[in-house]
């Protein structure tokens, strides 16, 4: 096993035993939020946070990637671009604040003012770690920033149960990310402290500007194909369609996240060290694409069928309404799954402009398929459709764009990476549709047991007789599993 498939498979270990920590925490903490809040108050918390990941997206700047994919960058530059950071971070914290009424206007509802200044304080918070994260990620400490990513989850969920349960209302789920921001910001930095200096040398800055600025236009980009869907749901339908689509949207990113979350931190600062040499990147993320898709695209299909299931158990009856569209969001997570991992290639290539074009494109596709769900087919189960549609163009055009111009090699060659999974898959969808069909039972955790169990063979037995897939899991997954049992 080379170094890179080691250094990559001891990040992946951790970011993933972190994630899936996280994933079951989450389920718990979510489970217990969704009954003890209403959709209406998840709803009116997702109208201020569309207007929060832009400033957080702001706070950023491109400049966590640039510091990380930079090797050159001395100590006392660091500390100007941290120092820059933190003012950057504040004066976009006062001018949220400021905002606040502009926000509540725009969703005719008052209460969201007080709402957004208390929130204000998360954008400061996110622009602190920008620096002190991207130093750990660059000294692939994954270890340690997944203890600090389980732990402040934890806290911040607990307090949040706890403020729900005494009434608070939204202000628990505000509360929440204001506090989840403040603990990793003060466990990084207490990993990497960083010397503040009141003296910015413009040197430090110019020399990640390039690669930041693209960085950031593809950022800037996404975060209004990505959060489009929200705007026009809360200001064309109302609160409650928002909870619905937002507690459906959150959920089917769920796997996304913490699939493609686990690698993408990981193959970024450890690809970027060999940036002048595109074959050791191509043939290691093609490693990292088949065992995306083999995971994937049965899981797709997993969640499709098991939608009433899950929607019913995890969050009550009163959620039942958004099945239908977490069934055909449920549709696009492999090829999100895939599509979120480009972008690490891009920033490891040095090629943020052309992550930039991909994420130009691909925001014209989203917002042609929300604006269908929104405007011609007016409910959310269009949305839905036009999402499908819109992330499986953006899908070819992105890895169009990577393969072939930012690896320079062949695009057909590597779709084919695809034809096996979709093939798995293929037999799953069958499989579960004839067990939905046949077995009718009222006991919703045994139909989800069955088809849990069924789905886990017939995906075990594809990759069995794989030799290919079988050496891709012990590469990356089961080699460090066995290694931990052995210390």
């Known amino acids: 096993m080379s170094s890179i498939s080691k250094n990559i498979g001891k990040g992946i270990f951790y970011t993933a035993l972190s994630r899936y920590s996280r994933v079951f925490i989450s389920i718990f903490i979510g489970a217990v939020l969704a009954r003890l809040l209403s959709p209406a108050e998840f709803g009116i918390v997702a109208m201020v946070s569309v207007f929060l990941s832009f400033f957080n997206l702001l706070s950023n700047f491109g400049i966590g990637p640039a510091v990380v994919q930079n090797k050159d960058l001395s100590d006392e530059e660091i500390s100007s671009i941290f120092s820059f950071s933190i003012l950057f971070g504040l004066t976009l914290a006062i001018i949220f604040y400021l905002a606040a009424p502009l926000i509540a206007s725009y969703y005719n509802n008052e209460t969201i003012t007080n709402i957004a200044r208390v929130m204000s304080l998360a954008i400061l918070f996110q622009s602190l770690q920008v620096v002190p994260s991207a130093l750990n990620r660059k000294k692939l400490r994954f270890k340690q920033i997944g203890i600090i990513s389980v732990s402040s989850y934890v806290i911040s969920g607990i307090i949040a149960i706890i403020l729900a349960y005494k009434g608070f209302s939204y202000y628990a789920l505000v509360i ?74 959150k959920l089917m990113m769920m796997p996304v996240q913490n699939l493609t979350h686990v690698i993408t931190p990981v193959l970024h600062p450890v690809l970027s060290k060999h940036q002048d040499d595109k074959k050791v990147i191509y043939n290691a993320y093609s490693k990292i694409v088949k065992l995306l898709a083999i995971i994937g695209f049965p899981l797709s299909v997993y969640l499709y069928f098991n939608a009433t299931e899950i929607i019913t158990i995890m969050y009550g009856a009163k959620w039942i309404e958004s099945i239908p569209v977490f069934k055909l969001l449920a549709l696009t997570v492999a090829i999100q799954i895939v599509l979120s991992s480009t972008g690490s290639i891009f920033q490891a290539t040095n090629r943020t402009d052309l992550l930039f074009y991909a994420g130009l494109l691909g925001a ?111 590469d990356y997954l089961l080699k460090k599993i066995r290694s931990k049992k052995d210390t």
């Open 176 to 249: 929440n990310s204001i506090i989840s921001g403040l603990l990793l910001f003060s466990a990084y930095y207490f990993l990497e402290p960083i010397k503040i200096t009141f003296i910015i040398h413009k040197s430090a800055i110019k020399k990640i500007a390039k690669f930041s600025t693209f960085q950031f236009f593809f950022s800037f980009i996404n975060y209004f194909s990505r959060n489009a869907d929200n705007l026009l749901i809360g200001k064309y339908f109302n609160m409650s369609a928002l909870g619905l689509y937002d507690k459906s949207y």
């Open 364 to 474: 014209i596709l989203m917002l042609s398929g929300i604006g269908y769900g929104i405007f011609i087919g007016k409910n959310l189960v269009s949305v839905g459709y036009g999402l499908i549609i819109a992330f499986t163009i953006n899908f070819l055009q992105a890895l169009l764009l990577l393969v072939k111009y930012s690896l320079g090699f062949s695009y057909i060659k590597f779709l084919k990476i695809f034809i096996y999974p979709i093939v798995v898959s293929f037999f799953l969808a069958v499989i579960l549709f004839f067990i939905s069909l046949n077995i009718q039972n009222d006991n919703l955790i045994f139909t989800l047991l069955l088809k849990t169990v069924i789905s886990i063979i017939v995906f075990g037995l594809f990759v069995v007789i794989s030799k290919e897939y079988r050496n891709l899991l012990n």
